[in-house]
Structures are given as structure tokens and as C-alpha cells.
């Protein structure tokens, strides 16, 4: 059986899409409001339709009238065990999953994964992590959504081990609480959540001189211990300072693996000497059943996602326009080995684009080889433009810079191929800028804000400086900005499940606002 994961988030036309294309006739959900969800758009294969939770008279007659069966998976469970099936240990070459990767432009593509793909990658990532391996004792807690890769590996490696994995609650507001309650000792951790933490210490000490100085006295002390390879929560420091953020994260973390984005440096810093743990960082793709690098316990350096795993092999290639040359050991990242998938999906053009003759597949992210054989990744191939003068714009480089002002909570670059120059769009932070509103005798709510002149001005003067710092050219940095109160998120279509900016739809939902700025600087 191959297992395809379907959620929600994606939104109803993708899992209809996926339905249909991968040709399912049963799917497994939890409750009314989904099994509508499925029953909306239910392609003709969808034949039935096995919920955990106790649905509406409505809603069965309503999956009778499209010829779905609907079936309680307590019953499913009973018919189970009374039927003797003989076991069928899978080949290694057999199919384990299709999971569809939500692509910022278009359907999402079924990555092929095999059984092969998957126990490769889990036993590489066992395998580096050495003596820090998860073991019988060892409890994971899980929270990342089970459609990705990460936490799929992350899960089954535990298995493996003999370890165990408890469930959070369901509400990602409640983290903290469920973690108290569990107790980890080992946890798979997104920067979103990472960032969370940082933020919320970053307040609570801003206020007090005291505070803030006791706080960098400790980070320098943690610091200087890590440095010399001492890993530890019991330290002077550690009850005084950081024994808050570790109860939260339930006390007993020793190990913790951070993937699906790019770390701050100075948020990971923080994490290692606050939470007294061993922080692996790691870099991969779902084509590659997750992993492609990861950190070495004993690395403390930040800033970069270590190197190869075991099972794979990486390369670097020229990426002429933009003038990355392997030569200078830079280019886009190409792996080849047994975690790398199969293919996309009834999908061989789209499978042509991405793995070449050799077999290598093409990541679409560029990196870089440091000194000591780690990698870093500094940019992507995709998303690149050209402006009328001939030059190239790489929008989500720019975005990362702007991202560090205080005042930007969300921030999308646009340019177009007739124009000289580019623009933004920008969400503010609400609090920043209400407090600053507050200092400066400004009222008015935030949408009113956003259109206040010396608070457009105000953030725009900070981007400008903030791209200097980070060595923006004249033209990479924006013309003029437009200020939106709500924040793109996945429910308003404008975030993937993985929070990447879906860029068309970005452009195409501002088109207005875009066309105006334009206009002005015309």
C-alpha cells in the first residue's frame, strides 16, 4: 500500500487534484467539516471516505447521493482483526510514498519515494549523529505536520531505535503546555518556533537594564563553554537565567534538529546556550526523502548546514546568470545517492527538468563550499528577473535583508523586465509600529497607520539602510513601498503550507497597488 498524505492546507482544489491524479479511492479523515471539504469536489474514484470522529446524518446521505461509502475507523479496526492476512514485507525498489510537495506556482508535484529512499536517509542522519543517536529511552514529541518528510523521518528513525514519540494536543498555542506534560528529550524544531522563543526573551528583558545585562553575561558564558565543546544545563547560568526557557521546553531536551529553513545565526547561538542541548542544523528537499547535509555535534559555528549526509554525494554547478562558478566553489546544489527520489508523479517532464541524464538532481538553491567542507546555502536559482537596464534581481535575496528591520513583519519584492526598477510591499510589524505610534503622539488604528506618510517613511528609510548594510547595488534596492495591514498567510492563499511566499499569487493580488507605485515613479 502506498501511503499519500493529504493536508488540508493545500487547499480544497490541490487535494482534489491530488485525489485524482494519484487515482485514491479511500481516504482517511478526521472529522465532518473535512470529509465535506472531500466530499465538495470528490473526483469519481474517491469511493470511501473512513473518519475518526462521528460525522451528521446530512453528511452520510450527502456521500450515499455521490456514491462514497463513509465507515467509522473503529470499525475498520474490528474487521482488521478478524481477518488473518499474511504479511507482505515490501521490496526495497517498492513504492513507500508519494508526497506532493506544494509548488509556489501551479499543481503540486507527487515526489516518488521507496522504501529504499526513506531507510537510506534515516540511517545516514542515524549514522552522523554518532554516540548522540536516539535511544530506548528517548522521547520525541511531535508537532510538524505528518505530510512532511522531516517529521516522517524523524518518527520512524525513533522506531527504529526502540525510542518513543508522543502527539501534541493539536493546538500549536498549547506547545509549551504539551511539552511540560511529555517531557523530550528529543524534538525536530522549525525557525518559526525557534524565532518564537527568541523574540519572546528578547521582550521580557528589554525593559530592565539588570535584566539585559545578566542576560548577555550568561549567553557570553554559555558561549565561551560551547566553544570548547561543553554542552550542559546545570550551570550557575543556567538556574538563573535560562531555567524558564528550558521548563517550557519541558527540561529534558538533549537533542534537538532544526531543518525546513534558513536559521538566523544569532538565533541558533542563542538556542545552543539556553536550552543546554545539542543543536544539529540540516539542509534537504522532500525529492530527497529530507536530508542532504547536516551539522556535526562538536560544530558550533553558525552559519552554515553542515556537510553531506552519508547516503548522498553533492556537487556544485556553474549558474552562469548570476554569476556563481564552481570554480570559486560556488553554484547550484546537485545531489545524487539512495535517498534521491524516483521521479514526480505522472509527471516526466517536470522529473526531465529536475534530474539530469546522470542522475543528479538540481535543487534550485545555490550554495557554497566553506573551508571545512560544510556547505552554506546563499541564494536561489528561481524567482530571478531581469530589469530593462540588463540587470539581475534574486527578489527573495533582497527580502532576506529587509526582513532584519524591526519594523517589517513580512516584506515581498516585485519587478518587471520593462522597468528600470523594483518595489515592495510590506506588512509592518503591528507592535513596533503601534509603540512607535504611541511615542510619537500618532493615533489612529493599524490599517490608518499604514497609510500614514511618516510611518511609510519611517520603514522605508530603515529598509534603505538596512539594504546598504547588507551591500545591496543602487538598483537592488526598492523604489518606493505600499504598507498592508494583513499579513500573507496560508489561509488568504498567500503562504504555502511551508510559509514560502507564493509569489504569483502575491503579484496578482496587489496588481493595483503594484501598477500605481509604477505610475508614480514613471
Same mark, same amino acid.
Given at each position: 500500500?502506498? =501511503? ?9 482544489? !490541490? ?6 491524479? !494519484? ?14 471539504? =472531500? ?14 470522529? /462521528? ?41 513507500? +510514498? ?18 529504499? #529512499? ?75 518556533? =525557534?524565532?518564537?522563543?527568541?523574540? $519572546? ?21 554559555? /558561549? ?39 536559521? !538566523? ?15 544539529? /542544523?540540516?539542509?534537504?528537499?522532500? /525529492?530527497?526523502?529530507?536530508?542532504? +547535509? ?33 570554480? #570559486? ?126 510611518? $511609510?517613511? =519611517? ?64
Amino acid at each position: 500500500m502506498v =501511503l499519500i498524505p493529504l493536508y488540508d492546507t493545500l487547499g480544497p482544489d !490541490a487535494c482534489a487534484f491530488i485525489i485524482q491524479q !494519484a487515482d485514491i479511492n479511500t481516504v482517511i479523515c478526521e472529522d465532518d467539516s473535512k470529509c465535506n471539504l =472531500l466530499l465538495d469536489r470528490s473526483p469519481n474514484c474517491l469511493r470511501r471516505i473512513i473518519i475518526f470522529k /462521528e460525522i451528521r446524518p446530512a453528511t452520510k446521505q450527502r456521500a450515499k447521493n455521490r456514491g462514497v461509502e463513509i465507515i467509522k475507523f473503529t470499525d475498520v479496526e474490528t474487521r482488521g482483526s478478524k481477518l488473518n492476512h499474511d504479511e507482505l514485507p515490501p521490496k526495497p525498489s517498492d513504492l513507500c +510514498t508519494i508526497c506532493y510537495t506544494s509548488g509556489t506556482t501551479g499543481n503540486p508535484k507527487g515526489v516518488m519515494l521507496t522504501h529504499e #529512499n526513506v531507510m537510506a536517509s534515516i540511517s545516514a542522519v542515524i549514522m552522523q549523529l554518532g554516540d548522540h543517536r536516539p535511544t530506548t529511552s528517548d522521547v520525541m514529541i511531535s508537532f510538524l505536520p505528518l505530510a512532511h518528510m522531516l517529521e516522517r523521518c524523524c518518527e520512524n528513525a525513533m522506531y527504529l531505535l526502540g525510542a518513543s514519540v508522543g502527539f501534541y494536543s493539536g493546538d500549536i498555542r498549547r506547545l509549551s503546555d504539551d511539552m511540560k506534560a511529555l517531557r523530550p528529550t528529543v524534538t525536530p524544531a522549525v525557525p518559526r518556533l =525557534l524565532n518564537r522563543i527568541y523574540d $519572546k526573551v528578547q521582550s521580557e528583558i528589554s525593559g530592565s537594564c539588570i535584566k539585559k545585562m545578566l542576560f548577555n553575561m550568561a549567553v557570553s558564558a554559555k /558561549e565561551s563553554e560551547i566553544k570548547r565543546g561543553i554542552i550542559r544545563n546545570n550551570s550557575f547560568w543556567d538556574k538563573i537565567v535560562f531555567r524558564k526557557v528550558q521548563e517550557g521546553m519541558g527540561g529534558k531536551l538533549r537533542l534537538m534538529l532544526v531543518g525546513s529553513a534558513p536559521l !538566523a545565526e544569532n538565533v541558533l547561538t542563542f538556542i545552543r546556550c539556553a536550552l543546554g542541548c545539542l543543536v544539529v /542544523e540540516g539542509y534537504g528537499q522532500t /525529492e530527497c526523502c529530507a536530508p542532504i +547535509t547536516l551539522s556535526i555535534q562538536g560544530d558550533h559555528v553558525p552559519g552554515h548546514v553542515g556537510p553531506p549526509v552519508g547516503c548522498c554525494c553533492v556537487k556544485l554547478t556553474d549558474v552562469p546568470e548570476m554569476e556563481y562558478w564552481a570554480k #570559486n566553489h560556488q553554484g547550484e546544489v546537485c545531489v545524487k545517492g539512495t535517498n534521491v527520489f524516483q521521479g514526480y508523479y505522472k509527471d516526466p517532464k517536470r522529473t526531465e527538468e529536475t534530474i539530469d541524464e546522470q542522475g543528479w538532481l538540481h535543487t534550485g538553491d545555490v550554495g557554497q563550499w566553506l573551508p571545512n567542507g560544510t556547505l552554506k546555502i546563499i541564494d536561489r536559482r528561481k524567482h530571478i528577473f531581469k530589469l530593462s537596464q540588463g540587470e539581475y534581481i534574486v527578489p527573495e535575496k533582497i527580502e532576506n535583508i529587509y526582513i532584519r528591520s524591526q519594523y517589517v513583519g513580512q516584506v515581498f519584492v516585485h519587478g518587471e523586465s520593462l522597468k528600470s526598477c523594483i518595489i515592495a510591499i510590506v506588512v509592518p510589524d503591528v507592535d513596533v509600529i503601534k509603540s512607535w505610534a504611541s511615542e510619537n503622539k500618532i493615533a489612529g488604528t493599524f490599517s490608518v497607520l499604514c497609510n500614514h506618510p511618516e510611518v $511609510k517613511q =519611517l520603514i522605508f528609510d530603515d529598509m534603505l539602510a538596512w539594504g546598504k548594510e547588507g551591500g545591496l547595488k543602487s538598483f537592488e534596492q526598492v523604489k518606493d513601498i505600499y504598507l498592508h495591514p494583513d499579513p500573507f498567510s496560508v489561509q488568504n492563499g498567500l503562504l504555502t503550507p511551508t510559509l514560502k511566499s507564493k509569489r504569483p499569487q502575491i503579484r496578482s493580488y496587489f496588481t493595483p497597488q503594484l501598477e500605481d507605485m509604477y505610475k508614480k515613479l514613471d
